[in-house]
Protein backbone atom coordinates (compact mmCIF):
# COMPACT_ATOMS: atom_id res chain seq x y z
CA UNK A 1 0.00 0.00 0.00
CA UNK A 2 1.34 3.44 -0.99
CA UNK A 3 1.90 6.02 1.57
CA UNK A 4 -0.37 9.47 1.08
CA UNK A 5 1.47 12.29 0.76
CA UNK A 6 -0.45 15.98 1.16
CA UNK A 7 1.13 18.34 -1.21
CA UNK A 8 -0.15 22.05 -0.58
CA UNK A 9 0.36 24.14 -3.45
CA UNK A 10 1.00 28.09 -2.65
CA UNK A 11 1.27 30.28 -6.42
CA UNK A 12 0.27 33.51 -6.92
CA UNK A 13 -3.13 33.79 -8.82
CA UNK A 14 -1.68 35.77 -11.60
CA UNK A 15 0.34 32.37 -12.21
CA UNK A 16 -2.18 29.81 -12.30
CA UNK A 17 -1.83 28.39 -15.93
CA UNK A 18 1.92 28.01 -15.64
CA UNK A 19 0.64 26.36 -11.84
CA UNK A 20 -1.71 23.80 -13.59
CA UNK A 21 0.81 22.99 -16.20
CA UNK A 22 4.24 22.40 -12.99
CA UNK A 23 1.36 19.92 -11.59
CA UNK A 24 0.40 17.75 -14.70
CA UNK A 25 3.64 17.60 -15.44
CA UNK A 26 5.04 16.21 -11.70
CA UNK A 27 1.80 14.07 -11.44
CA UNK A 28 2.93 12.24 -14.98
CA UNK A 29 6.16 11.72 -13.22
CA UNK A 30 4.78 10.76 -9.66
CA UNK A 31 1.71 8.78 -11.01
CA UNK A 32 4.15 5.58 -11.04
CA UNK A 33 5.94 5.47 -7.84
CA UNK A 34 6.04 1.78 -6.39
CA UNK A 35 6.03 4.14 -2.75
CA UNK A 36 3.75 7.36 -2.77
CA UNK A 37 0.70 8.58 -3.81
CA UNK A 38 0.64 12.25 -4.15
CA UNK A 39 -2.34 14.24 -3.21
CA UNK A 40 -2.73 17.67 -3.87
CA UNK A 41 -4.63 20.60 -2.62
CA UNK A 42 -4.54 24.29 -4.29
CA UNK A 43 -7.01 26.97 -3.54
CA UNK A 44 -9.47 25.92 -6.19
CA UNK A 45 -10.48 23.08 -4.38
CA UNK A 46 -12.28 25.52 -1.97
CA UNK A 47 -15.99 24.92 -2.52
CA UNK A 48 -18.15 28.05 -2.52
CA UNK A 49 -19.47 29.45 0.55
CA UNK A 50 -16.29 27.98 2.79
CA UNK A 51 -14.58 30.29 4.45
CA UNK A 52 -11.48 30.84 2.23
CA UNK A 53 -8.56 32.12 4.94
CA UNK A 54 -9.88 29.30 6.97
CA UNK A 55 -9.70 26.48 4.10
CA UNK A 56 -6.07 27.58 3.41
CA UNK A 57 -5.31 27.14 6.96
CA UNK A 58 -6.49 24.05 7.66
CA UNK A 59 -4.94 22.94 4.09
CA UNK A 60 -1.57 24.02 5.56
CA UNK A 61 -1.84 21.79 8.89
CA UNK A 62 -2.93 19.15 7.22
CA UNK A 63 -0.06 18.90 4.40
CA UNK A 64 3.06 16.91 4.73
CA UNK A 65 4.84 19.19 1.91
CA UNK A 66 4.28 22.49 0.60
CA UNK A 67 4.82 23.16 -2.66
CA UNK A 68 6.29 27.05 -3.40
CA UNK A 69 6.04 28.25 -7.21
CA UNK A 70 8.13 31.19 -7.33
CA UNK A 71 7.38 34.45 -10.00
CA UNK A 72 7.54 37.76 -9.36
CA UNK A 73 3.79 37.89 -8.75
CA UNK A 74 4.07 34.96 -5.73
CA UNK A 75 7.41 37.02 -4.03
CA UNK A 76 4.92 40.16 -4.26
CA UNK A 77 1.77 38.59 -2.89
CA UNK A 78 0.94 40.03 0.76
CA UNK A 79 -1.44 37.10 1.76
CA UNK A 80 1.37 34.56 0.90
CA UNK A 81 3.83 36.87 2.35
CA UNK A 82 1.78 36.98 5.51
CA UNK A 83 -0.49 33.58 5.86
CA UNK A 84 1.17 30.90 3.77
CA UNK A 85 5.18 30.95 3.83
CA UNK A 86 5.34 31.51 7.75
CA UNK A 87 3.32 28.41 8.03
CA UNK A 88 5.11 26.47 5.60
CA UNK A 89 8.57 28.10 6.60
CA UNK A 90 8.22 27.48 10.64
CA UNK A 91 7.19 23.99 10.51
CA UNK A 92 10.25 21.62 10.75
CA UNK A 93 8.22 18.75 10.31
CA UNK A 94 6.79 20.02 6.80
CA UNK A 95 9.40 19.88 3.21
CA UNK A 96 9.08 22.99 0.80
CA UNK A 97 10.01 22.19 -2.65
CA UNK A 98 10.58 25.79 -4.14
CA UNK A 99 10.04 25.18 -7.99
CA UNK A 100 11.06 28.43 -10.08
CA UNK A 101 7.85 28.94 -12.35
CA UNK A 102 9.12 32.54 -13.64
CA UNK A 103 12.67 34.28 -13.98
CA UNK A 104 13.54 36.37 -10.87
CA UNK A 105 16.35 38.24 -10.13
CA UNK A 106 17.59 35.97 -7.45
CA UNK A 107 20.07 39.47 -6.00
CA UNK A 108 17.42 41.75 -6.42
CA UNK A 109 14.19 40.04 -5.16
CA UNK A 110 13.21 39.52 -1.61
CA UNK A 111 13.38 35.69 -1.57
CA UNK A 112 11.02 35.43 1.73
CA UNK A 113 12.82 33.42 3.71
CA UNK A 114 13.63 31.42 0.58
CA UNK A 115 16.84 32.46 -0.38
CA UNK A 116 18.93 29.91 1.77
CA UNK A 117 16.91 26.61 0.20
CA UNK A 118 17.75 24.95 -3.77
CA UNK A 119 15.23 26.49 -5.95
CA UNK A 120 14.28 23.37 -8.72
CA UNK A 121 13.92 24.72 -12.03
CA UNK A 122 12.15 23.28 -15.31
CA UNK A 123 14.38 25.45 -17.48
CA UNK A 124 17.58 23.26 -16.89
CA UNK A 125 18.95 21.51 -19.87
CA UNK A 126 18.47 18.04 -18.31
CA UNK A 127 14.63 18.82 -17.76
CA UNK A 128 13.49 19.58 -21.06
CA UNK A 129 11.86 17.05 -23.14
Known amino acids: M ?9 YARANRDLAVRFLQKFKEQAAPSKLYHYVFWRDADILVGEKWHDEIQDALAQCDIGFVLISPAFLGSQYIQDHELPKLLKNRGKSVIPVLLQAIDL ?3 DLKGLQHTQIFRL ?3 RFFP
Not at 2 to 10: A, N, P, Q, Y
Open 2 to 10: KKKIKVFVS
Open 107 to 109: ERH
Open 123 to 125: DRP
